[in-house]
C-alpha cells in the first residue's frame, strides 16, 4: 500500500530551529510538496521537491533523498506564526497525490 | 499563483436536506480535484478524487451516494451533500491541480458546513 509518515506533533522555541520529517512508500514517484495549514484555513504551498538534495526559500528549506524515501522541512528563526500543521504530500506514479497526517508544529516563546 | 474559488464559505443548514459546495479553478484547467474533510483538531482526510470527465474515485468509508462529486468542466466541480445530518458537520476543502506531475494542488477557502 501506499503510505506516507509524518510526526504527529513537535514543539520548538521562538527563535530556534525545527526539523519536520517525512518518509514515504509509494508506487513511483513523481515529487513531494510541503503545505502549511493553520488552523481553520486551507492548506498553503510551501515548497516541492522532485530531485534529490536541499530547497531553500528564505526561512524554510526542503530536502529529499529519494533513494531513501526521505524528506524534511526545516523552518529557522522560529515565529509564533509559524504555529501551524505541516503537510508532506507525494505525486505517484499516476499523478495522485498522496497525504501524511500532518505535523502539529506548537511554537513556545 | 493560481486561485481556486469555493462556494460557499459557511453554510448552515437543517438535517435532511441537501448542500450543494463548489469548487471553481479561476484561472487554470484542473485536470484533477480533490475533495477532503476535517474535522476539529484532525488532519484532512481525503474523500475523493475527480477526473474530468469521469466520475469521481472515492475513498474507503466514504459514501458515493451521499456525498456526490461532479467535475464535469475543466474548471467546476461540486460536491452535494446529500440528507445532511448532524455528524456531516464539517470543514470541507477542494483542491484542484493541471495535469503535469510537478504542478502544486492549488486549494479553495473551504467550507464549514453546520447542519443543525
Known amino acids: 500500500g501506499q503510505n506516507i509518515d509524518q510526526p504527529t506533533e513537535m514543539t520548538a522555541t521562538e527563535g530556534a530551529i525545527v526539523q519536520i520529517n517525512c518518509t514515504y512508500q509509494?508506487?513511483?514517484?513523481?515529487?513531494l510538496f510541503w503545505y502549511q495549514q493553520h488552523a481553520g484555513e486551507a492548506p498553503t504551498f510551501l515548497s516541492y521537491?522532485?530531485l534529490d538534495g536541499l530547497e531553500e526559500k528564505g526561512r524554510f528549506s526542503s530536502f529529499l533523498s529519494r533513494s531513501k524515501g526521505y524528506s524534511y522541512l526545516l523552518l529557522k528563526e522560529l515565529q509564533m506564526k509559524d504555529s501551524a500543521s505541516y503537510l508532506c504530500?507525494?505525486?505517484?506514479?499516476?499523478?495522485?497525490?498522496?497525504w501524511g497526517a500532518g505535523t502539529k508544529l506548537i511554537i513556545k516563546p | 499563483g493560481a486561485v481556486v474559488s469555493q462556494h460557499p464559505s459557511r453554510v448552515i443548514c437543517k438535517s435532511g436536506t441537501s448542500v450543494k459546495i463548489e469548487c471553481r479553478s479561476l484561472?487554470?484547467?484542473?485536470?484533477?480535484m480533490f475533495w477532503y474533510r476535517q474535522f476539529p483538531k484532525q488532519s484532512l482526510m481525503l474523500m475523493a478524487t475527480?477526473?474530468?470527465?469521469?466520475?469521481?474515485?472515492?475513498e474507503q468509508g466514504v459514501e458515493k451516494d451521499k456525498f456526490l462529486i461532479n467535475h464535469a468542466s475543466l474548471t467546476l466541480s461540486t460536491l452535494t451533500v446529500t440528507s445532511a445530518h448532524p455528524e456531516d458537520s464539517s470543514f470541507y476543502i477542494c483542491?484542484?491541480?493541471?495535469?503535469?506531475?510537478?504542478?502544486?494542488?492549488?486549494f479553495g477557502q473551504g467550507t464549514r458546513l453546520t447542519v443543525v
Open positions: 484561472d487554470f484547467q484542473a485536470t484533477t
Open positions: 504530500a507525494v505525486t505517484d506514479s499516476n499523478y495522485q497525490l498522496i
Open positions: 521537491n522532485v
Open positions: 483542491s484542484a491541480r493541471g495535469s503535469a506531475a510537478n504542478t502544486e494542488a492549488f
Open positions: 475527480s477526473n474530468e470527465g469521469s466520475k469521481a474515485t472515492y
Open positions: 509509494t508506487s513511483g514517484f513523481n515529487g
